[in-house]
T-cell receptor, first 113, second 111 residues
């Protein structure tokens, strides 16, 4: 089991460029999440999904879009990147049920110049 | 979800028990206490969770006070690999599993 994987690991963008971050999990989890972490801060939830074809906003959704076309994948899109979106992005997944732990990916370090 | 308060940093000697406190005085009856840790910029790792009884697993023990307003995570024999930021999170078991991370406690294990 690879668990939760994220692509790419690093990326540098110029202001206004777009990109998509890919999260994949092989644990057949229903729930998936995207977080961002700024230096010295805890993680903040951007968007999440409780199942294939469904998405919902988290704490800091502005400037991001997501899609969950397949159960195992959760895509995070930046349509027009801004320097304020420079951060480390973590994806996570969890099994159906409120008690279950979240499994996190290794993160994507994004710099927007 | 209830807000938590943790000390920003702690030190512990290798081989000793590390006791990490967390205050969650506004916790409500349907909220659980979760602990995660983050080792040097890696993705967070689940440690343990509990409602009102003390819990133990292969990684740690969780002691929750009777009034549930505070808890302590115990790493019984800390090693250098336990150096990390530890997050105490309180969340409702209802609805989606949205975790709200504070700034956590930076635990340093010293040789």
């Amino acid at each position: 089991n690879a668990g939760v994987t994220q692509t790419p690991k690093f990326r540098v963008l110029k202001t206004g460029q777009s990109m998509t971050l890919l999260c994949a999990q092989d644990m057949n989890h229903e729930y998936m999440y995207w977080y961002r972490q700024d230096p010295g801060m805890g993680l903040r939830l951007i968007h999440y999904s409780v199942g294939e074809g469904t998405t919902a906003k988290g704490e800091v959704p502005d400037g991001y879009n997501v899609s969950r076309l397949k159960k195992q994948n959760f895509l995070l899109g930046l349509e027009s990147a801004a320097p304020s979106q420079t951060s480390v992005y973590f994806c996570a997944s969890s099994a159906f049920g409120s008690y279950n732990e979240q499994f996190f990916g290794p993160g994507t370090r994004l710099t927007v110049l | 979800d209830a807000k938590t308060t943790q000390p920003p940093s702690m030190d512990c000697a290798e081989g000793r028990a590390a006791n990490l406190p967390c205050n969650h005085s506004t916790i409500s009856g349907n909220e659980y206490v979760y602990w995660y840790r983050q080792i040097h910029s890696q993705g967070p790792q689940y440690i343990i969770h509990g409602l009102k009884n003390n819990e133990t697993n292969e990684m740690a023990s969780l002691i929750i006070t009777e009034d549930r307003k505070s808890s302590t995570l115990i790493l019984p024999h800390a090693t250098l690999r336990d150096t990390a930021v530890y997050y105490c999170i309180v969340r409702s078991i209802q609805g989606a599993q949205k975790l709200v991370f504070g700034q956590g406690t930076r635990l340093t294990i010293n040789p």
